[in-house]
C-alpha cells in the first residue's frame, strides 16, 4: 500500500484503464483499416498541403495526410468527451511557460521527425510490433527527456 | 466505403484521445512529475497500451485476411540509422523541456487547454525545419 502510494501518489487505476483505452484505440485503427497509427508524423505530412518540396510530397506524407487528420481529430474528439462526461468544470490548463512549451515544442517535433517517431510511434507502435530500433528510440528519449527535465527543475527552483 | 474508413479512423482516434485524457497525460505537469521520478504513471499508461496493442499487432493478421474494411495490414517498418537515436534524443529534450508530446498536444485541445496551441506551433515549426533541411527521406 505504502509502496503504491510512493510510486503512484495520484492513484494508479486512471493510468492503467487510460492506457488500455489508448491501445484499444491503436487496435481499433489496425483492425478496421490495417493502418499503423503514430502521432507525430501528421505534423509532417500536413505540410504537404502548402509546400511544394519534393520532401514533403513524398508518398509517404502526402498519401497518409487525410487519414492522419481525422485521427488527430478523433484525439481531440475523445478528449472532449472525457471532459463532458468525467472532466471537471474548467478547462484544462498549465503553468509550463510559453517559452518552453514552444521550445520543447520545436525541438521534439524536428527530433520527432529525424528520429521517425515519439512516444506513441516509437513507444506503443513500434515497441507493440516487436521492431528493436524503437526500444532504442524509446530509451535514448527516456534518458534525454529525464535529464532534461531534472535540470530544467533543479534551475527554476 | 471512403466515408467508412473516415469514421473508423476518427473513431479510433477518439479512445486514443479519451485515453490520453483519462490518464492525465494531457497535464504536461504529470508527465513532468514521470521525468523527475515522482510519480511512475506514464509507465502504467505506457505499459497498458502496449499490451493492447501488441496482443492486436500479433493475433489480428491471423484471426483475419485482411482488415474489416479491406486492404492490407500494414507492416510499417522502423528505419534505423543514426538519425533515428539523434532524433530521438532530441525528441527526448524538447519533451523533458515542455512535457508534451505529439498525442496529448493535439488531444488536451479538447480538454479547452489552449496554452497546448503553443506546443503544437513549436513542434508543426520543428517538423518543417526538420523536413526542409532533410537530404535524405
Given at each position: 500500500m505504502t509502496l503504491l502510494h510512493t510510486l503512484f501518489p495520484l492513484g494508479w487505476e486512471h493510468y492503467l484503464l487510460g492506457g488500455i483505452a489508448i491501445g484499444l484505440g491503436v487496435t481499433l485503427l489496425f483492425a478496421m483499416t490495417g493502418l499503423v497509427g503514430g502521432m507525430s508524423s501528421v505534423f509532417s505530412s500536413t505540410w504537404s498541403f502548402i509546400v511544394d518540396r519534393p520532401f514533403f510530397q513524398q508518398t509517404r506524407l502526402k498519401g497518409s495526410r487525410i487519414w492522419r487528420l481525422e485521427y488527430a481529430a478523433g484525439l481531440i474528439l475523445g478528449a472532449f468527451l472525457w471532459w463532458l462526461?468525467?472532466?471537471?468544470?474548467d478547462p484544462e490548463t498549465t503553468s509550463v511557460p510559453v517559452w518552453q512549451l514552444l521550445l520543447g515544442g520545436f525541438i521534439g517535433g524536428y527530433g520527432a521527425r529525424l528520429g521517425h517517431g515519439c512516444t506513441s510511434g516509437h513507444g506503443i507502435c513500434g515497441l507493440g510490433s516487436l521492431q528493436w530500433p524503437s526500444a532504442v528510440a524509446v530509451i535514448t528519449f527516456m534518458v534525454t527527456a529525464m535529464i532534461t527535465a531534472n535540470l530544467v527543475g533543479w534551475l527554476q527552483s | 466505403m471512403k466515408i467508412g474508413n473516415s469514421l473508423a479512423t476518427l473513431a479510433a482516434g477518439a479512445l486514443f484521445g479519451f485515453g490520453l485524457a483519462a490518464s492525465t497525460m494531457i497535464r504536461p505537469e504529470v508527465v513532468l512529475s514521470f521525468l523527475r521520478l515522482q510519480d511512475f504513471g506514464l509507465l502504467l499508461v505506457l505499459g497498458g497500451a502496449l499490451v493492447v496493442t501488441a496482443i492486436a499487432y500479433a493475433v489480428l493478421p491471423r484471426l483475419m485476411k485482411a482488415p474489416v474494411l479491406g486492404g492490407q495490414f500494414q507492416k510499417h517498418p522502423i528505419h534505423w540509422g543514426r538519425s533515428t537515436v539523434v532524433g530521438a534524443a532530441l525528441f527526448g529534450v524538447g519533451w523533458g523541456l515542455?512535457?508534451?508530446?505529439p498525442g496529448p498536444a493535439i488531444a488536451g485541445l479538447g480538454a479547452?487547454?489552449?496554452?497546448l496551441l503553443y506546443a503544437i506551433a513549436g513542434l508543426a515549426l520543428g517538423a518543417l525545419a526538420q523536413g526542409l533541411t532533410s537530404k535524405g527521406d
Open positions: 462526461l468525467l472532466g471537471g468544470p | 515542455c512535457g508534451v508530446c479547452g487547454n489552449w496554452m
